[in-house]
């Protein structure tokens, strides 16, 4: 499978709010990082994507999605188990290039094993 699995995935509502609550917040020029290091029980590290409205129509929101969850796909495996990520688009990542988008996410990336080895 290409893609993240289910087991890698925030899908609740519940752990969104959690991770956003809870969470040490990272920010780079195209992407927010809200991230919540792990509790008692680790399991692999998960991801949710928040693409809000301001972003843009629905398909620029879901180009935007896509682009992160394969730059996310590349770099999960590296990350401490346990750790819970919520990813949030900000509106300049609308009609930002691919290579925009990786910087800002190898800066979060970067600054993420510096905070959470």
Known sequence: ???????ARLRRRRDFLKVQDRGAKL???????????????????????????????????N?????LRELVRERRARWR??????????????????AALTRSVERLDAELKRRFP
């Open 1 to 7: 499978m290409t893609g993240l699995p289910k087991a």
């Open 27 to 61: 920010s780079s020029e195209l992407v927010t990082a809200m991230v919540l290091s792990p509790g008692p029980s680790v399991g692999p590290a998960r991801v949710g994507f928040t693409v809000s409205s301001k972003v843009g129509n629905a398909v620029e929101r």
């Open 81 to 98: 188990a346990g750790l819970e990520v919520v990813l949030v688009a900000k509106p300049s990542a609308n009609g930002a290039s691919f």
């Open 63 to 67: 180009l935007v999605r896509r682009r």
